[in-house]
Structures are given as C-alpha cells and as structure tokens.
C-alpha cells in the first residue's frame, strides 16, 4: 500500500506515524509545502515574544528524524497542485527546484489545514500574517531588526491574543482592532469583558467594532485604514482575523465540500471520493452539542482526526465523535477557557438555554493564592442537558473547563454535576469544588428554590417604586459602587429591617457574586416576597459596565479602582 | 420544626446552612465539643507549618457569624452524650460548666466527625495528635516555645505527609514510621515510590513496614519504640495512623452500624432510626466503583452529604450517589493525586483489572516549564470500565485526576477516554492530552496492537536465552542504568539490526517511559516477532528498584543521580 499525505503537521504528521505503526510495509510520502514538519503550531506566538528561545523546540521533528524512526517519506518545500483522482495521482511542484511530477498512490490524506484569511483589501501585501514556521521567523526577524514600537493587530482571536500578549511583553504598544464588539468569539460578551479588562490594564488598547478598510505606507511604518474612524499608524501590522480553509485543490479536484469551503467527509475521515481522506482544520466536522456541521480549527480535533483516519487507511473502523471547541487561551497573568457552545451558538442552533454566573475561589480560601474564577454554565431548558461552559480566572481554569468538557462529552446533565467526586485538598480547590457549586446553583432553579435575573435585564428594570430593587452587600461593598435605584440592607439585617420592604411588590435582590443576595432571596421568599436572584452579582454587571465604558472611550476608564 | 445537629464542621455547618435556606422557620441547634466551629480542617498542617498565617484564617466562621446570617444556635463546646430516641431527645453537657442538660428535637442529625486512631499503646497520652484547631494551637504552641529539632510522625497518610512537609520546611528532622511498606494506601506501591523518593529528596527519613510499640519518655522528648528495630527518639510525636468514625453515642443508642463501627445510612442519609440522619466521616458509604459498603474519610463527600441531608429534613427527596474516593495531597514541589480503586481494592472486590501506565509533559513541550506526570489508569478487564486512576507529578495532576474522576463517575469506558475533547493551549496541555494518550495506549490494548508486561515481572523473567530482552533507548540512557541480560538496540536502528535478534523467541521490548519500546513491538510484532511492552518503561522499573532500596538502607540511596 503507498499512502500520499498532503501537509505534515498535526493531522498529517499523527497519521503518518499511526500509520507506520500499523503497518510496516506501507510505503507513506507526505508532502509539506511549508520548510518544516510536525512544528508547534500553537508555538509560535511564543517564539517571537522570546518565551520560547530557541527556534529548535518548535521544531523538534525533522523529515531526518521521521524517516530514521517512522520511514515516512517527509518532502518539505513540497507543495501538491493537482489531485487526480481518476488515476490516483497526486501533481506535486518541488518549491526549491521548480520541478513538477506526479505521484500515484493507493491511498490519498488531505491535511492541508487552513490559512489566515487574507481580505481583500488595498495593501494587504504590506502586512504579517502568522501560520507557519517561515511566517514566525520574518515577524521574529522583522522584531529583531527594525524594532518596532507599535503594532496594531487585526483581529481578536487565539492567535491575535497570543500576539497582543507577546509583543506587549517585548515593550510594544499594542492596539488590537476586530469588527466584532467583542475578543474570542467562543465567549459570550459578559464574559469576554473580562478578558478585556486585562487586556487594557496590561495596556493594550482595543478598538472594538471597527473595521479594517485598507492598508498604506506610513513613514516608517503602515496607515491602518478604519471605516468612519482615524486611521492608525503602526511600524509593525500583523493580520489575524481568522483562518480559511485550505481546499482549492480538493475543489479542484471535485471533493465535496461543506461549510464555509470545507472539505466534506464522514466520521470515518472519508471524503466523498473513495480512498482520499482529509483531517484537520480543512475539514467540516459535526458538533458535538449542536449535532450541527461546523469548523472548528483546533489542534486537538485535528490530531485525533489523524489517528482515525490512519486507522481505516489500514483496514480499520475507527470513527470521530464529533467536536465540541473546547479550547483555553493564556491573556498575560489570566487564563480562559471555554467548552462546548455559548448562548450565541445555542440561539443559532435554536436550542433554549438557561444560565449560571459563579465567582467561587480557584482554592480553599484559608490557603494563600486563592484567586476567583468568573464562571458561567449553560444547559438546555427543561432538559438540563450541559450545553457549554465559559471561565476566565487565574489558576485552576483549565482544570475546571476539562471537567466540564468531559461531563458534557459523556452526556451528565447539568444536575449531575452536584454529584461529581473530585479530588480536594486546601491547595488544589474546595471541598465543595467550583463545579459542584455551579451543580448546587443549579439544583436550586431546577427546584424553584430560586429564580434569577440577569446583567442585560438591570437598566430595564422600572425605577418608578413598582419593583424594589434590594443590594444586600455590606455598607463598604455598596459605596465603593452600586445599581441606581436599590435600596442597601445587608443581609445579615434582613430579618430586622424587612420592614423597610413594601410588601406585595417583586423584589430584585442584588449581591457581589450572587450568593449572599440567594440567601436573601430565602429569606424574603419564606416572608411572602416574591425574589429574583442577580445572576453573577454586581461583579458581573460592573465588568460589563466598564467594559462598555472602556470600549467607548476607547481606553482604559474607571479600570483604577479595581 | 427543630432541628438538632450533633457536630458544627463540615457536614454539619454546611446541613445547618442548607436547612435554614430552604426552612426560615425551623429551630436549629448544633452542638459543637470543639471550642471552634466550621473550620478549615484540612488546613490545619498548614497553620502549623506557616503557611497559613493567620489563626482566623482557619476558623472564618464563628457561632456569631453563622447566627446573624442563619439564626443557627451554633454552640460550641457542648458534647452531646446520649441521644434518647423513644422521647427524640438528646443529653448535652456544657465543657465550659460541667452542667448537663436535655434538648429535644423533631429532626436530629449526627455529624460526629472520626477521630485520630489511638491505639492501646504504652505512653500514648504524651503524643500529639491532630484533628481540631486545639490540636493544632497546641502543636503550634508546643513548636514555638520548645523549637523541637525532630519529629516523628506514625503513619502514612494525608494528615502525616502533610505534616512532614511542614515540619520539615521549620527545618525540623522528620522520620515517617509507618507499618505498612508504602504511605498513602490509595496508591498502589509501585505509584507510591514516586512519593517516597520526593520525601526522601527533601530529607524525610521514611520507616516503612516497621511497628509502633509505645512510647517512653526521654531526656528532651520521646523515646519511640518499635517491634524488631532500635527505638526512635524526637523532641516531638505525631500520632496519625488514621482515624476512627466517633459513633459511640450512635452505638449507645442502638443505630445500626456499618463497617469498622460506622453509622449505617441508606442513599437519603437516613439511620436506623426514624428521623436521625447521619453524614461524614461517621457514615458508611457505598463505594461507587465497587458498589462496597465502606469508609471514606474526605471533605468533599461530608459536605455533599450535609447538603443531602438538610434537603430530606426538610421534606425533600435527595439521594447520595456514593463516593469514589477522589483525592489529592500535596507533597513538597509535588501533588499526588488518586480516583477510583486502586489494584489492591479491585483484587479485594474480586475485579479483574488491567493497567497503563504513562509519563507525558504537563503541557506541551516546547512551551517551558513542563513536568512529566506520571500516570496509571485502572479498568476492568474485558468490559473495559474504568476503574481508578492514580498521578503522581507537579503540574497539572489534580486537573487530570478530576477529568478521570469525571469520567468513572458517567460511566465512560477506558476507551472513550481517547474521545474527549479536552481544551489545549501550549502552557496547559498537549493536543493530545495525557488524559487522551492513556485512551489511546487502552485502545492499543483492546485491539491486539500491543501486549504488556510490567515491572513487576521483570525480575523473574529467564536469562537463560529463552526468551529476547531487548533495550531501546539510546546509548547514553543505556549506559546510565539499564535491567540485566537486556541487550541493546535503540530503536531508530532496529529496522537494520533486525538481524541480531533470534527469531522465534519471545521479545520484552524495554524503554524509558513504554513509547519508543510500543514503536519497537509494532516494528518486531510485522516482522514476525511476538513482543511484550515493558508497562511504564525502566523509568517506572528504576523507581520501583531505588525505593526498595532506599527503604532497605531506611536513607536515601542511588537518589544522586536521578
């Protein structure tokens, strides 16, 4: 059997391998248009901001390597240009020479991945964009050199937060500018305005909801053109405004394609035409939530893909489950994290979805270096069934989205998280363990031990004595900032001064994080108020606010008092 | 309603709470022997050792906090002495006055707590033990003012090896005596030499498999006897050779106990006895791997249980799912971290299990700072139901054990462990995550595409000629210590030097961590050679062997080179 791959990175390089494995005698040739194999895709921010210093560690596997231990026939500046499919050849142009041939084989695998969307717009030519190795040692180069003071990012996903993180930290002002009002899209923007505030008070600056127009020469740099704004002027400009799949020649080739141009295949990694194969971030995948067709161009998917379709090249039935974006992204001293979809997605997927807002401490709280975890759970209405889940914090964010990516994969309902039995001591999380928690908050809704409101509800809310609106913080917490138009009694007052309470009238209870204004909730319900619960506290709302403010003024405001 | 609650941490601060959220009106008493209530017990070692600092750290809540916020009658320093269930009363006395007196209740619920075990031995009142924060301001006192220079601590468990670490890192002498060979049972013994030689490299002097007899009194501290071996002597001794479930007044009062003396409960942690109810360390459970009625002694399952009972007081209907015993420790610069049973419990419940073990990077390895985990998951054979999971490791342990946690708790086999769509990003994990790559090895497993051996086979396999030990490491990791009779063949030049290895004899494939030799079998496995892969490589084999030494020379020994 002679197997012919196209890319020799994660997918490629992973089938490959598998491959071998299986079979000794398969004669495998994998063609990487790029100068290297198997490197660190998700590495290269990283090299340019010097965290990771040698250029060797990005690319440890060599085509020497792979031939000394998996007889893979790695051919670098190799880029396939014709797919024939009739009679099972691949077209191949040698980069260094020129030359052009053709390679037959009885087995094809596309991995080809994707390529930064490039617009089309004036001067785009005049911009760096990042995806292979080459593309990191020119910005790295281009750093080295000319030492740029200034750059502006387009573009606000993983790699243009990785960017913005390692060019700050290099010195660099760094302004980040995206269409959408709003940082990585797999948050929702309650949430996202977390990232954002670290984002500013590490001093970067974000132009949200404006849009790139064009490119042009500056004196000693580039003119980023803004649609109904100022242009702005950076020495470096580097285009990271999502990633395109790279299918024209499966297109070429008749393939059948999905979503967006991806290339089409079953869960057996097969294309619709018999023997090619195709993984990776090229690929259109099922979600694992939604059931919908997607693309999700994340380096795990891709490398479980490879190993799939690996295993049916040899005779195997091996067969994808479906993705489901789970993902995490270091922000400087933040991480965050997210699985499954967010109420976006879930609205799109017209599926009913209802919500909890935590701020628990990644730790025991009596055990130093406890820091909040600003959480949100979504799952189905009436089901329970987990939909996704978003956190951004300090320390123990990875841990706690694993978890839930792993409940949602195994089809616990969002109830079932209560019971969970995760492992506790001071060091690592609380006896009742963030997720527990979010299981308890959730529990208590499905019961109607109580009933919740919502950040984007609050200015709605009428301030004309029909409603009262309670803040149960304590008096300190309420002066430092509070909503307009609530009445402050502590809740451990309550029980005294409820009769500063009109009765007969819906009282939306209001706290830091949620969980002293639950209590008293309790507490009014029993004395014959009827209670809704601010979801996520006033700790959420205030991070709206002031992200919305921020993004207004286009620059860091009110960020000082936190 | 009146509620009585025997016991004010843990399960019963949290049922205590829980039942006047969902009850305004019920009368709530507990009564607390301890001076303290709802306090941070598993952070007691670390108030000890000066970590945490501030005694008010570990006891947040007081009986005035919880009765301004839960008009709960937190009193403190009351035993109760006998409950009377024929008149639904119970007979406190008050520690502080010596009086006695009656309480009734409608709904009673024991909270008891275990105690350290105190064995019948000679001197045993002039040591130490830790379960309250009196315990531990009495050692914390006793360290101040007499600047102990040694410590022993008898046994192996969380408390002691917590202990170890802090009284070590007061630069005390620490020797940990424990009867069984290895400390912390969870583990299995070959898991457990990774703790041992991190104890011993930070200078903890490790007694394993000796005897406790008595103590004596000596000049300047205790003199620690031991059966068949030279008395101990330290300025300070620890007594945590586990603990033992307080139901003494259960017992009295005729409750139907569980194993080792425990407070028998059904699933609604309801006793014997119609309205007492009975949660934590007291309370036998059911095992949730096993279905086992046992004993498991951690925070996480008492306070689910207090929250569990507080709801069925109050009229509703929970249910406890049983507990797996999810824990983690840790250990210096290291965490271990334990799920689900171990090999000795499966053989005790008649299991018949099989075994990976691995060692990947905590996260990817090009990003720095990446440690290697070192990982066994457990699952039954045949059906391939997941079991247990044990990691020993410094980074990211308590994060994988959780997801494995997750996932024996929905029921996932071992195989869809290789399914799960975890969230990667270089400074957190890999694409493929440790949690995916034991999935991975298990499918191998299940296939045929591998067979194992493992370390403790190795001695006794034949050097005779009958069968091939093959080594394929390269030469410098050969060269550093390598098992005997093994010839030498790295595995990038086997395909070349096929020719040194007599066919037909059965090949055990060795190398460092199980990957290279698994590459190896695949190679010999197509070439007509019937291989076995040495299980978790000469790394796990060289753990195995230098702990059996050290603990032989009871020093550290041949650690130097690690």
Not at 29 to 35: H, K, L
Not at 71 to 91: Q, T
Request: contains cysteine; glycine residues 10%; hydrophobic residues 40%.
């Amino acid at each position: 059997m002679k197997v012919v791959i196209v890319g020799g990175v994660a997918g490629g390089a992973t089938a490959a391998a598998r491959i071998r494995r299986l079979d000794e005698q398969a004669e495998i040739v994998a063609f990487e248009r790029s100068g290297y194999i198997s490197y660190a895709n998700c590495g290269l921010p990283y090299y340019i901001g010097g965290v990771i210093t040698d250029q060797a560690e990005l690319t440890l596997q060599t085509p020497e390597s792979f031939w000394q231990r998996f007889r893979v026939d790695m051919r670098v500046r190799h880029e396939v240009i014709a797919i024939h499919p009739e009679r099972k050849a691949v077209s191949v142009r040698n980069l260094s020479t020129g030359e052009t041939f053709e390679e037959s084989y009885d087995k094809l695998l596309l991995s080809p991945g994707a390529k930064p969307t490039q617009p089309e717009l004036p001067g785009v030519g005049q911009v760096f964009t990042l995806r292979t190795v080459e593309d990191t040692l020119r910005i790295h180069e281009f750093v080295k050199t000319h030492h740029p003071r200034s750059v502006v990012l387009a573009g606000g996903g993983f790699i243009s937060l990785e960017m913005a993180e390692n060019l700050r930290e290099l010195g660099m002002e760094v302004t980040m500018v995206q269409r959408p009002k709003q940082l990585m899209n797999p948050f929702d923007p309650e949430m996202a305005s977390f990232i954002h505030a670290k984002m500013r008070k590490k001093g970067v600056r974000l132009l949200l909801g404006h849009t790139v127009e064009g490119f042009e020469e500056a004196p000693g740099g580039v003119r980023v053109l803004l649609k109904g704004a100022e242009p702005l002027e950076a020495e470096l400009v580097v285009l990271a405004i999502g990633v395109t799949p790279d299918t024209q020649l499966a297109k070429e080739a008749g393939l059948e394609l999905g979503v967006k141009g991806s290339i089409a295949v079953n869960d057996r990694m097969e294309t619709s035409v018999p023997d090619i194969y195709a993984v990776g971030d090229a690929v259109q995948v099922q979600h694992f939530v939604t059931g919908e067709h997607t693309l999700i161009s994340l380096a795990g998917p891709a490398n479980k893909q490879g190993r799939i379709a690996a295993d049916n090249i040899c005779g195997g039935n091996s067969r994808y489950q479906g993705s489901q974006g789970s993902s995490v992204v270091k922000v400087f001293d933040m991480t965050a994290a997210a699985t499954g979809i967010n109420e976006q997605a879930a609205r799109k997927a017209g599926i009913e979805c209802d919500k909890v807002y935590l701020s628990p401490a990644s730790h025991a709280g009596y055990y130093p270096g406890g820091r909040l975890l600003n959480m949100k759970v979504l799952f189905e209405k009436n089901t329970y069934r987990l939909l996704g889940a978003q956190i951004v914090g300090s320390e123990g964010v990875d841990k706690r989205i694993d978890v839930l990516a792993t409940a949602i994969r195994a089809g616990l309902t969002a109830l079932d998280l209560k019971d969970l039995d995760l492992a506790y001591a001071p060091p690592y999380s609380s006896a009742k363990d963030p997720v527990n928690m979010a299981g308890f908050m959730i529990e208590n809704l499905a019961n109607g031990t109580v009933r919740q409101f919502h950040w984007d509800e609050v200015d709605a809310l009428p301030r004309d004595g029909s409603v009262t609106l309670l803040d149960t913080r304590t008096a300190e917490e309420y002066q430092s900032g509070h909503i307009e138009g609530t009445i402050h009694i502590p809740v451990d007052e309550l029980r005294e001064r409820m009769n500063e309470l009109e009765t007969g009238k819906l009282v939306y209870v209001i706290c830091q994080s949620g969980l002293r204004s639950y209590i008293a909730c309790r507490i009014l319900e029993q004395n014959g108020f009827a209670c809704r619960n601010l979801a996520g506290g006033y700790r959420l709302y205030e991070s709206v606010m002031l992200d919305r403010c921020a993004a207004e003024e286009a620059f860091p405001c009110g960020m000082d008092k936190r």
